[in-house]
């Protein structure tokens, strides 16, 4: 029941079907869980999921070093890197802020690690390519904030607004989110 998506009835299912399974499946599954764990780690620049750090992505010499994409999953890589024009680098905050805190927690997210990293490293543009929904909002203009207090010149773009209100970034079809990265507006 702890996975996303899965309630008792289907959390049930799973482990009725485990137990009639016999041995072998749950074993390989349990292994399979295992060997996830062990091999994929954090990349230590953009936090995305990877078996080395820093990542493909980040280790690329061919890529923009001085555009950053800011995502909320690592997932959302995923489906900027199919549009397949983006060369910039990217930066995963491992969720949005949420919706009922009193003050913002940042340090549940990666967002000091984006600042470090926006004030340590040539930047010429940080694109924000978070859900169009409140939490993907609210935390934009929580990250636009303090990057403009670190250095008010700095170029910040969003995607434009081709992605519905209430959307997942993650389902977007490919041509709807190639638009809205191609017109991305600065903020
Ligand atoms: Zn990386």
Known sequence: MRLPSVGRRTAERFVFYLLKAGKKDPAELALAIKTLIASVKSC?????????????????????????????????????????SYRGHYHILRGLVPLDAIAVDESILKIPELITRVEKQLISEVIIALNPDLPGETTAMYIEKLLKEKNAQLKITRLARGLPMGSDLQYADEITLASALKNRTTV
């Open 44 to 84: 230590a620049i953009c936090f995305d999921f990877s078996d080395r750090s820093p990542c493909v992505i980040c280790a690329d010499k061919n890529r923009d070093t001085t555009v950053i994409c800011v995502v909320a999953e690592p997932q959302d890589v995923q489906a900027v890197e199919r549009i397949g």
